[in-house]
């Protein structure tokens, strides 16, 4: 049975528990990579003639496998890969990381456990790439994103910079139109590639649409992360992707036969942030490719000298993405004047404003500024969006969601105007703003304010400018605000025409909410119409990638025609669940096959094992884990009447015990008449009552004590019976689930899984949807009604009425009010 992903992943991270504590992340990454990588190769490779990599004798993970123990382990391992890096022109690639540092993995025997026990995470049969069954090795690129993203987060700031967000590279990767490619010769280059994430996802968004495999270049400062990037290449199977190590802007690998730069079709890049040291190591006044033709950026900020080279590294119908911080929006001087230059001849397509906290080594917001050079000659217009506020927290970080990645990219691929969020922005707005492109300019995104009305206050009624603000829902429900309010009694005002209590049930009871509710249900049900076949149909060959996206577009299309919801908040309930539970489900239905993956795993426990799994089932003395189907729809669908039988147990144990604590409150106490039927430990038991009983069994006096005594005497064993009966019910009910799991056929896990599991999730996120609708518009009702329903005359009658009650109150005392409340003011002042 095929372990599910996330605990792969998760199992993979904790491994570098083993080398926590001597080095931080950023360091330790070297290590864990390098062993991932040699666990692959040597997977798909090993014993291989004309192989892509050879893997040679003695350069095997295999033999890495057969050194746990050794006392001679690091030194061992650094042959190993220094004799794979050897066979494949690598060295300096995977052998940066030294196996035998005492100084960071420890001395003798720590070091021979700690690197024995990292061997041991990659050598399990989950890990195993040579019969991977999902397409694309979705197996390895997801434990490499996973890995890379943990440790940017605990790399800090000034070490996470190898890993641009995979969200931000999909958004980049799908706004240049690499999808779009026509031709296998076509390119794509990252001046600054990191550790390679933004090129790959560049080259798979090409691939994934066009089935063509473009050519990969990069070039990286660091020596370490562009050991990464080469090995990330080979990883996603890109083996012939040239990376080069040296500085961009002083010394550029890629060039034309001329000496100029090397031309491409598609350039990303996210460089660091307003480096600056940017010019050393060459003249940019002089500079020989020709890239500061535009003006030279400042002397202590490099922002403009990347985006100048990603310019100049596209061909003349070359398309581009930077990501950048806002400052080169609207930064004046020297970089006012080359912005101009951009603008003027139309190179900029578009820009997209970011949510702040982002990346890994900066926390500041940024932009990614689209360049197209093929349509600069007619562009009239710079599209703008602003994308601040689309994002979750994750942890200390924030993170763009599915629903975020995809409204961004369709909104700026269609061209779409939405208020408060993109536009297309006429070049002749620009020059009258002195070639300023700050988005709030021209984009405002903030909230409209809920204004107060004067009028409303001082004569009641809700002014009918506030009604009118929820037109979109008029639109829907049109016959309903007539039920709702009614003419004031001065234009421009309206009343309430019901009481504040019975707006909901109101709202929720019209025809037009009824009818509401009923169309976006069918909605649901005509996508799971459309695709219920292909769920059942999950089978070995299938791709897990590919159907989630088949599945999540048709959803976005259908309820694009959903009123009032937001089909990218839909979209998001489905792409959340993909990732909380429904890809590990499929991934193991592609491992397994369906009555495979229906399987309960027997919990070994590990004493040393931090994270203790929890069961599922509990049989005797043995602990069941149910990946699949979660015991409870088995319950529901074959023992509900079991099910009801033992909560009534459960209700007659709880009634008992209900029973037992008011006669302690109510006799419990220092002079009550079970004080003396306590333990040591202050609590009524059994033994206790017993041997009070036998004490006070001839007192005359003590009659009213017996009958408590025996009261609660009976409650206890009436409760340990009861107790009896729902233990007994609960294990001959678990051991009756168990049982059947071992009986489904595979059309009953299809019902349980897809129906039962999948399908009623999703349906009840939609109408999660339904009612944050009319939430929304019954809370806001509410507070316009409580907010003018006392005008202010009313509210002065109150207070005369009560100033009033006041004075009767003093005169009646023997006080007088004009002397007590000028006795007040002395006081106050």
């Avoid at 649901?524 to 149909?537: A, G, P, S, V, Y």
């Amino acid at each position: 049975m095929a372990i599910k992903k996330s605990e792969l992943y998760s199992s993979l991270w904790r491994s570098c528990d083993q080398l926590r504590g001597g080095m931080d992340a950023s360091q330790y990454k070297d290590y864990v990579l390098v062993l991932l990588f040699i666990k692959y190769v040597s997977d798909r490779y090993a014993g291989q003639k004309d192989a892509l990599i050879e893997v040679p004798p003695g350069g095997s993970f295999a033999d890495m496998v057969t050194l746990k123990g050794d006392k001679e382990i690091g030194d061992k391992l650094n042959k190993i890969i220094g004799r794979l890096a050897e066979a494949n022109e690598l060295k300096g690639v995977i052998d940066v990381a030294d196996f035998n540092d005492a100084d960071k993995l420890g001395k003798g025997k720590e070091m021979v456990d700690r690197l024995s026990d990292l061997i041991a995470t990659f050598n399990t049969p989950d890990l195993d790439f040579r019969n991977n069954r999902a397409d694309g090795d979705d197996i390895l690129g997801d434990a490499y994103e996973y890995l890379m993203r943990h440790f940017a987060t605990e790399s800090g700031k000034s070490k996470g910079q190898f890993y641009t967000p995979a969200e931000v590279s999909r958004i980049m990767a799908k706004v240049i139109g690499v999808s779009s490619a026509k031709s296998a010769d076509q390119t794509i280059y990252d001046p600054t590639c990191g550790s390679g994430s933004l090129l790959l996802k560049a080259h798979d968004e090409a691939r994934s649409n066009t089935g063509l495999d473009l050519a990969l270049y990069g070039q990286e400062n660091d020596n370490a992360t562009a050991a990464l990037a080469k090995m990330n290449m080979i990883l996603h199977h890109c083996p012939t992707a040239e990376v080069w190590k040296d500085n961009v802007l002083s010394n550029p690998y890629f060039k034309q036969p001329n000496g100029g730069l090397k031309t491409f079709d598609f350039v990303v890049s996210n460089p660091p942030f307003s480096t600056k040291a940017w010019s050393h190591g060459f003249d940019p006044y002089n500079d020989t490719y020709n890239r500061f033709n535009y003006g030279i950026p400042p002397t202590k900020n490099g922002d403009y000298a990347f985006l100048l080279h990603v310019l100049a590294s596209l061909k003349s119908t070359g398309k581009g993405a930077i990501i950048l911080p806002h400052g080169v929006l609207f930064r004046g001087n020297a970089e006012a004047a080359i912005r101009e230059q951009l603008i003027k001849r139309g190179f900029i397509k578009g820009i997209i404003g970011l949510p702040a906290n982002l990346f890994y080594g900066t926390g500041i917001p940024a932009c990614i500024i689209i360049l197209d050079k093929e349509q600069a000659d007619t562009r009239n217009g710079i599209f703008m969006i602003d994308a601040s506020k689309g994002f979750i927290k994750d942890g200390n970080k924030n993170r763009l969601r599915d629903q975020d990645i995809h409204k961004i990219v369709d909104t700026f691929n269609n061209q779409q105007n939405i208020a408060k969020y993109s536009r297309l922005v006429p070049l002749s707005e620009i020059e009258a703003n002195a070639y300023n492109l700050n988005i709030p300019r021209y984009i405002d995104s903030t909230e409209a304010e809920d204004l107060q009305d004067i009028e409303g206050h001082l004569k009641g009624g809700i002014p009918d400018r506030d009604i009118n603000g929820l037109e979109r829902y008029w639109k829907v429900f049109p016959s309903l605000r007539e039920v709702l309010f009614s003419p004031a009694n001065r234009p421009g005002y309206n009343q309430l025409k019901i009481a504040l209590d019975d707006i909901n049930s109101t709202i929720f009871g019209h025809e037009e909410f009824i009818h509401f509710s009923k169309s976006v249900t069918a909605l649901f049900l005509q996508w799971k119409e459309h695709n219920i076949l292909r769920l059942k149909n999950i089978a070995n060959s299938d791709h897990p990638k590919i159907l989630i996206k088949n599945l999540s577009e048709s959803l976005l299309e259908v309820f694009q025609k959903a009123s009032l919801l937001d089909p990218y908040d839909v979209y998001q309930h489905l792409m959340t669940y993909w990732a909380e539970t429904m890809q590990d489900d499929i991934y193991m239905i592609v491992a397994d096959g369906w009555c495979g993956a229906n399987k309960l795993r027997l919990i070994v426990e590990d004493k040393d094992k931090k994270n203790k799994e929890k069961a599922d089932l509990v049989i005797g003395k043995k602990k069941y884990k149910a990946d699949f189907i979660p015991p409870f729809l088995v319950i529901a669908r074959y023992f509900s009447e079991k099910q009801r039988l033992l909560e009534q147990f459960e209700t007659d144990c709880n009634s008992l015990l209900q029973q037992m604590e008011e006669l302690d409150e109510e006799h419990g106490g220092d002079e009550g008449l079970l004080v003396d039927a306590k333990n040591e430990k202050d609590k009524v038991t059994k033994v206790s009552l017993k041997a009070r009983l036998a004490t006070i069994k001839r007192d005359p006096d003590a009659e009213d004590e017996r009958t408590i005594l025996s009261s609660y005497l009976d409650l206890i064993e009436k409760e340990a019976i009861a107790k009896k009966k729902l233990s007994n019910a609960q294990d001959e009910l678990m051991a009756r689930v168990a049982a059947q799991y071992g009986k489904l056929t595979e059309d009953e896990i299809k019902t349980l899984v897809i129906e039962d599991k999948w399908l009623t999730v999703l349906s009840n996120d939609v109408q999660t949807e339904m009612n944050r609708v009319s939430q929304f518009l019954s809370g806001r009702i509410n507070e316009l009604a409580e907010r003018y329903a006392t005008p202010l005359p009313t509210i002065e009658q109150e207070v005369e009425s009560y100033k009033l009650k006041v004075e009767d109150h003093l005169r009646r005392m023997g006080f007088d009010w004009e002397s007590v409340t000028s006795k007040c003011e002395g006081v106050v002042s």
